[in-house]
């Protein structure tokens, strides 16, 4: 079956940059995304990369895809104290609609 | 995508009852989905709720536990019944986003605290 490991937790300062790493272990994922969690509020959907694709910038975001090692990372650039938030990365797998979430790395900035 | 109005936001209930979740959606989906976060975990899906037809229940989950309806294309809910402590947990619903690559929209979730 599919399984999604992350780090649990990371600690960065404003204005540095934060990668948050993601394994995955299905080989047919077709999507891959990166949510956000504030607390007490639902999921977001902050990007996401076909896997097919290696690289994707969105504004600070930039997602990068090794499919060989079946390896993904958000990298967030002059993060800000509201990037604190759990992130969480997840998988599709091709021919299903299931998604499959990662177990979440709350990432904490300091001032 | 689609708008999710989920309530009640949180809860605090006696052990042995039952609550019932719901979920509003601001456009008509074929499907919707009900997680589980439990503290410090990640997302589980209990089930998937098509309209006009039972609900499919993923392993470790069951129709006695978590009764799911679907009236119509924009509505769901879920109840936990029989609550006991291990129940505690926040449970959100979700449905495909209209772009299909683009993922999951997700309510604002029910923080369930059972004592």
């Known amino acids: 079956g599919e399984d999604v490991e992350q780090s649990l937790f990371l600690s960065v300062r404003e204005g540095d940059s934060s990668v948050i790493n993601c394994t995955y272990t299905?080989?047919?994922?077709?999507?891959l995304y990166w949510y956000k969690q504030e607390p007490g509020a639902g999921l977001q959907l902050l990007t996401y990369i076909f896997s097919n694709m290696d690289m994707k910038q969105d504004q600070r975001l930039t997602v990068l895809l090794n499919k060989k090692d079946k390896h993904l990372s958000l990298r967030i650039a002059d993060t800000q104290t509201g990037d604190s938030a759990i992130y969480f990365c997840a998988e599709r797998a091709g021919g299903y609609q299931k998604v499959t979430f990662g177990t979440g790395t709350k990432l904490q900035v300091i001032p | 995508s689609a708008v999710i109005s989920q309530k009640p936001s949180r809860d605090i209930c006696q052990r042995g009852t039952s609550l019932t979740i719901q979920c509003q959606v601001d456009?008509?989906?074929?499907?919707m989905f009900w997680y589980r976060q439990q503290p410090g975990q990640s997302l589980t899906l209990i089930a998937t709720a098509n309209q006009g037809s039972e609900a499919t229940y993923e392993s470790g989950f069951v129709i006695d536990k978590f009764p799911i309806s679907r009236p119509n294309l924009t509505f769901s809910t879920l109840t936990v019944s029989n609550m006991s402590p291990e129940d505690s947990s926040i449970y959100l619903c979700s449905v495909e986003d209209d772009r299909a690559y683009a993922g999951y929209t997700f309510g604002s979730g029910t923080r369930l605290t059972v004592v």
């Open positions: 299905d080989s047919s994922s077709t999507y």
């Open positions: 456009s008509q989906v074929t499907m």
